[in-house]
């Protein structure tokens, strides 16, 4: 049963419109330009407000080949064992700055630092930039001299999805794989045919309508069903293990499901968790409510075990899970 705490928090973002003053749920049509701007704008200004990073966390800027990058990562550590992070938002909206604090929560944890980069956006620039970017970032990371093996892919909705495509690239160029990868509440289906775009629409928080018009921002010109755009149509075999998330009370539940389950079919060491009555991207709200923290936790045992072959000695506060195998 979900805590009292994170009954609280999801029901008060349920009806975060009631803070603004407003009686209804805004309607935004995802297709519209002006729409996705205006969606930016929010984000940014979100993570402004709620974007405080630990003080021994360090932020250094990293420009790759024209890509904008940050590390982050924990005072005077070393860069020699990396999670090179995904952001989310719906390929049309995320930065660095979106995401920083996120990250940080992942890098306090593990102890492990992280590279965070901005990959372009559609629908100025859909499919394939975001992919390209994604290679180069990783690319530029085995040019620092940084083994596969001490790398772990981690991506929250959108940037799970990525992370995923970014894996089944990377394979059939026969490009090293990393140690790991870990997808919170990813995208794997932009042709939207999980069960749960159905029944879960009114109780989730995302606005309805926006995951087939940001699949078609995306996507372009494009077929969404292919598996670089959509993970879940690739062939899974060869991927190194892999951990996800998913709340029972959203959207992309199926996207989450439907892809763990076959990449398990193909021989893929895959551990897969759904929080029961949680929402998109809960792991990110650590240490909020028990159910998040205990999400964060789980996911840098995951990250410490693929990369330094036992589990964090950095606990977060709260009943820790063993590792995911």
Same mark, same amino acid.
């Not at 989310?88 to 929560?105: D, F, L, M, N």
């Not at 040019?143 to 892919?153: C, E, K, L, M, T």
């Given at each position: 049963?979900?805590?009292?705490?994170?009954?609280l928090f999801k029901l008060l973002?349920?009806?975060?419109?009631?803070?603004?003053?407003?009686?209804?749920?805004?309607?935004?049509?995802?297709?519209?330009?002006?729409?996705?701007?205006?969606?930016?704008?929010?984000? @940014?200004?979100?993570? #402004?407000?709620?974007?405080?990073?630990?003080?021994?966390?360090?932020?250094?800027?990293?420009?790759?080949?024209?890509?904008?990058?940050?590390?982050?990562?924990?005072?005077?550590?070393?860069?020699?064992?990396?999670?090179? +992070?995904?952001?989310?938002?719906?390929?049309?909206?995320? !930065?660095?700055?979106?995401? *920083?604090?996120?990250?940080?929560?992942?890098?306090?944890?593990?102890?492990?630092?992280?590279?965070? %980069?901005?990959? *372009?956006?559609?629908?100025?620039?859909?499919?394939?930039?975001? /992919?390209?970017?994604? $290679?180069?970032?990783?690319?530029?990371?085995?040019?620092? #001299?940084?083994?596969?093996?001490?790398?772990?892919?981690?991506?929250?909705?959108?940037?799970g999805g990525l992370c995923l495509?970014?894996?089944?690239? $990377?394979?059939?160029?026969?490009?090293?794989?990393?140690?790991?990868?870990?997808?919170?509440?990813?995208?794997?289906?932009?042709?939207?045919?999980?069960?749960?775009?159905? !029944?879960?629409?009114?109780?989730?928080?995302?606005?309805?309508?926006?995951?087939?018009?940001?699949?078609?921002?995306?996507? #372009?010109?494009?077929?969404?069903?292919?598996? +670089?755009?959509?993970? $879940?149509?690739?062939?899974?075999?060869? /991927?190194?293990?892999?951990?996800? %998330?998913?709340?029972?009370? @959203?959207?992309?539940?199926?996207?989450?499901?439907?892809?763990?389950?076959?990449?398990?079919?193909?021989?893929?060491?895959?551990?897969?968790?759904?929080? @029961? #009555?949680? %929402?998109?991207? +809960?792991?990110?709200?650590?240490?909020?409510?028990?159910?998040?923290?205990?999400?964060?936790?789980?996911?840098?045992?995951?990250?410490?075990?693929?990369?330094?072959?036992?589990a964090s000695n950095m606990p977060?506060?709260?009943?820790?899970?063993?590792?995911?195998?």
């Open positions: 049963m979900l805590s009292l705490r994170g009954r973002l349920q009806n975060r419109h009631l803070l603004k003053l407003q009686f209804k749920k805004k309607i935004i049509d995802w297709n519209e330009k002006e729409s996705i701007l205006s969606f930016r704008q929010q984000v @940014e200004e979100g993570a #402004g407000r709620f974007g405080k990073l630990p003080e021994d966390i360090e932020v250094s800027p990293v420009n790759i080949d024209g890509l904008y990058a940050e590390w982050i990562s924990p005072a005077h550590a070393t860069k020699d064992k990396v999670i090179l +992070y995904f952001h989310g938002g719906g390929y049309v909206s995320g !930065t660095c700055h979106s995401h *920083r604090a996120i990250t940080s929560k992942f890098v306090k944890a593990s102890g492990v630092a992280a590279l965070l %980069f901005e990959y *372009r956006l559609a629908p100025e620039q859909p499919y394939p930039a975001a /992919l390209e970017d994604s $290679l180069s970032a990783y690319g530029w990371l085995l040019d620092q #001299g940084i083994a596969p093996s001490n790398i772990v892919f981690v991506g929250d909705s959108a940037g495509a970014t894996l089944l690239a $990377l394979r059939d160029q026969g490009i090293p794989l990393p140690g790991a990868a870990v997808a919170y509440s990813p995208v794997t289906d932009f042709k939207c045919t999980g069960e749960s775009h159905r !029944t879960k629409l009114k109780v989730c928080l995302s606005p309805e309508g926006m995951a087939p018009a940001l699949a078609k921002h995306y996507a #372009g010109d494009q077929d969404p069903s292919l598996p +670089y755009i959509s993970p $879940l149509y690739g062939e899974l075999q060869g /991927l190194p293990p892999l951990l996800i %998330f998913a709340g029972e009370d @959203e959207t992309l539940c199926d996207d989450a499901v439907r892809f763990a389950e076959k990449a398990k079919a193909a021989g893929v060491k895959v551990t897969l968790r759904i929080g @029961e #009555g949680l %929402f998109h991207c +809960y792991p990110a709200m650590a240490p909020l409510f028990p159910e998040a923290t205990e999400a964060l936790e789980e996911i840098c045992c995951f990250i410490n075990k693929h990369i330094n072959g036992s977060l506060q709260g009943k820790s899970k063993p590792p995911a195998s």
